[in-house]
């Protein structure tokens, strides 16, 4: 059974960086689909991105494109979430899921990481 572990959260002023990372245990991430997802107060969760092995990485909103990136790392079974140009609208709780294959629902995912709060300062 994979656990999943995310963490690189933070507080970050608009416009600054921040690097998440999933770090998996129990499993291999060549045989799974990474998600990340975000849920911010008294919203429902969404998808981020999702990176897999047969289908590469898929961009679920088009407030992060040209902002955040997926990347895997096999030999540290790492998944990176680089967000750069933070907004405050992307301040929320992320986690890091797995499964079979890459989906924007999170229903579709077996495994979540416990989830890193990311605030962006005005």
């Known amino acids: 059974e994979v656990q999943l572990q995310a963490s690189g959260g933070g507080l970050v002023q608009a416009g600054g960086s921040l690097r998440l990372s999933c770090d998996a245990s129990?499993?291999?991430?060549?045989?799974?689909?990474v998600g990340w997802f975000r849920q911010a107060p008294g919203k429902e969760r969404e998808g981020v991105l999702c990176?897999?092995?047969?289908?590469?990485?898929?961009n679920y909103l088009d407030s992060v494109k040209g902002r955040f990136t997926i990347s895997s790392d096999s030999a540290k079974n790492t998944v990176f979430l680089q967000m750069n140009s933070l907004k405050p609208e992307d301040t929320a709780v992320y986690y890091c899921?797995?499964?079979?294959?890459?989906?924007?629902?999170?229903?579709?995912?077996?495994?979540w990481g416990q989830g890193t709060q990311v605030t962006v300062s005005s």
């Open positions: 899921a797995a499964d079979v294959m890459c989906s924007r629902s999170p229903d579709m995912y077996l495994y």
């Open positions: 129990g499993g291999t991430f060549d045989d799974y689909a």
């Open positions: 990176i897999s092995s047969s289908d590469g990485f898929t």
